[in-house]
C-alpha cells in the first residue's frame, strides 16, 4: 500500500466516523423536521439549488477568472451539502434538527438535481456537460445516508453502546482527518499558492458570502433557521465538486486546489458571521 493509499483510507474513515457521529446524536424526529414545515423547506432548496447557482454562474461570467477557478465555482455550486454542516451550524446558534433535516433532504434529491444542474450549465455556456446520477448516489450514500443512519440505529437501538462509544469517536476522527489532510495541503500547496493574484482569492470570497447572505435573508423570522440556512448556503461538498470537475474537466487538475482552497477560506470568511450569530442567538446543544 502506498503512502497515496494510506491518505485516502484515513481521509475515509476519519470522515465516516465523524459522520456516524452525527448519526448518535440525531433522533428520528430530525429526520422528519423539514416534512413538517414545508414552507421553510421551499425557501432552503430555492437558495441552495436555485440562487447559490445562479451566483457561481454570475461570477463566472462576470470576472475574467482562470478557467480552473471557474470549473471550481460552477462544479462546487451545483454540489449538495457537506456531511459536517449541521454540526458546524449548531455551534454557531443554528437549529440542530433542522441542519440534519436539511442535510439529508439534500443528499436525497441531489441524486437527481446534480445532474440536471450540471447538463443545464452545461447548455447555458455551450459545451456538453454531465455527471452519473448513479455516481452522485453512490456518493451521497457512503458519505452521507448510510454512516448517519447506521449512528441512529445504533443510538435507537443499542443506546448504552451509542454512548460508549460516541466521545472517542469525535475524539479519534479529527485526530485522523488532521493526518490525511497534512501530506495533502504538503502536496498541493504549490499549487495553491500559485492562485494568489488570478483573482481566485476574491471570487471564492464572494462566492460564499453570498450564499451567507442569501440563506440568512431567506431563513425566515426565526434567528437559528436564519444561521443553519446562510451557513448551509456557502457551504459545499467537495467530493462532489470534484467529482463533477474530473467528469467534465480530465485535464484540469488543478481545479482540486482551487476547491481545497474553497474549504479553507469557508472557515475563515463564514467564520464572523458564525461567531456573530453564537454571540447574538447562543449556541443550542451540540448534535
Known amino acids: 500500500m502506498s503512502i497515496q493509499d494510506i491518505v485516502q483510507l484515513f481521509l475515509k474513515i476519519s470522515l465516516l466516523l465523524m459522520v456516524f457521529s452525527l448519526g448518535l446524536g440525531t433522533r428520528i424526529e430530525d429526520l422528519i423536521y423539514l416534512a413538517r414545515r414545508p414552507r421553510l423547506l421551499i425557501r432552503s432548496l430555492l437558495v441552495i439549488n436555485v440562487i447559490v447557482p445562479l451566483v457561481g454562474a454570475g461570477l463566472i461570467s462576470l470576472f475574467p477568472l482562470p478557467m480552473e477557478v471557474k470549473i471550481a465555482v460552477i462544479t462546487l455550486s451545483v454540489s449538495p451539502l457537506p456531511p459536517l454542516m449541521p454540526r458546524k451550524a449548531v455551534r454557531s446558534g443554528g437549529d440542530g434538527s433542522y441542519g440534519m433535516g436539511l442535510l439529508l433532504v439534500v443528499a436525497v434529491l441531489a441524486v437527481v438535481l446534480v445532474p440536471v444542474s450540471v447538463t443545464v450549465l452545461g447548455k447555458v455556456f455551450g459545451r456538453d456537460a454531465g455527471i452519473s446520477w448513479l455516481k452522485v448516489a453512490i456518493i451521497m450514500a ?10 441512529v440505529a445504533v443510538a435507537r437501538f443499542v443506546p448504552k453502546i451509542a454512548a460508549f462509544i460516541d466521545r472517542p469517536i469525535r475524539i479519534a476522527a479529527p485526530f485522523l482527518l ?60 467537495p467530493g462532489i465538486a470534484m467529482a463533477i470537475a474530473a467528469a467534465n474537466f480530465p485535464n484540469a487538475k488543478s481545479a482540486t486546489a482551487v476547491i ?28
Not at 457512503?142 to 449512528?151: H, I, N, R, S
Not at 495541503?185 to 451567507?212: D, E, N, R
Open 178 to 237: 488532521f493526518l490525511a489532510l497534512v501530506p495533502v495541503m504538503v502536496k498541493l500547496g504549490p499549487t495553491v499558492l500559485a492562485l494568489i493574484g488570478t483573482g481566485a482569492f476574491l471570487a471564492l470570497s464572494a462566492f460564499i458570502l453570498a450564499g451567507i447572505g442569501a440563506g440568512h435573508l431567506m431563513g425566515g423570522p426565526a434567528p437559528a433557521d436564519r444561521a443553519v440556512l446562510a451557513l448551509a448556503a456557502a457551504s459545499r461538498h
Open 260 to 287: 481545497i482552497l474553497y474549504l479553507v477560506l469557508n472557515t475563515f470568511v463564514a467564520f464572523p458571521y458564525a461567531w456573530i450569530c453564537r454571540r447574538v442567538y447562543g449556541a443550542q446543544a451540540e448534535v
Open 142 to 151: 457512503q458519505a452521507v445516508l448510510a454512516p448517519v443512519l447506521a449512528g
